[in-house]
């Protein structure tokens, strides 16, 4: 019974600190961007409504940033991303330390998106002012339908 109860412990104590490790923390973040198609603008990405999101409003070149008060701990950056009709995209996620004048690359490149599809970036556990997204594509507009930061 003694080991059953300390099993239950254990199991119960490294849940929580598993939990305590990838909490979504998106909402804290202010958001800018390129720009915003009329509807869609960034602040949609850390509103906590799943059926918003945001698109730019045309193709080429576009970017959102999101930014934290203070110095933030990110572990993995989950973006769910849409386009239509399909096409081949190229991305950059870059990330400003606080108080810093530069961003620094942390993950570059290119993917086909037939509708949605989801880039993962796992980051080593980092301090983080900003996380900026870049998006680029020729053909269509391009949306990033869900965002989650974890720390």
């Given amino acids: 019974m003694q080991k059953l109860i300390l099993a239950f412990i254990v199991i119960t104590f490294f849940t ?13 973040a202010r958001t800018s961007s390129s720009k915003d198609y009329p509807g869609f603008e960034s ?15 045309s193709n080429g070149q576009n970017w959102v940033d999101f930014h934290f008060e203070k110095s933030t701990d990110i572990s993995k950056i989950k ?11 190229k991305y950059d996620v870059l ?11 942390i993950m570059s490149g290119s993917k086909y998106i037939n509708s949605t599809d989801t880039i993962v970036s796992l980051v080593k556990k980092e301090s983080v002012s900003n996380i900026k997204i870049i998006l680029n ?3 269509t507009w391009i949306n990033i339908m869900n965002a989650e930061i974890y720390n």
């Fill in 43 to 57: 602040n949609k990405l850390v509103d906590q409504n799943t059926e918003t999101y945001w698109n730019a409003g």
């Fill in 79 to 89: 973006l769910k991303i849409g386009a239509v009709p399909p096409c081949t995209f």
């Fill in 95 to 105: 990330v400003k330390e606080d108080g810093g004048k530069d961003y620094t690359n």
């Fill in 137 to 139: 594509t020729d053909s």
């Fill in 16 to 28: 929580s600190c598993k939990e305590k490790e990838h909490k979504d923390i998106v909402n804290l």
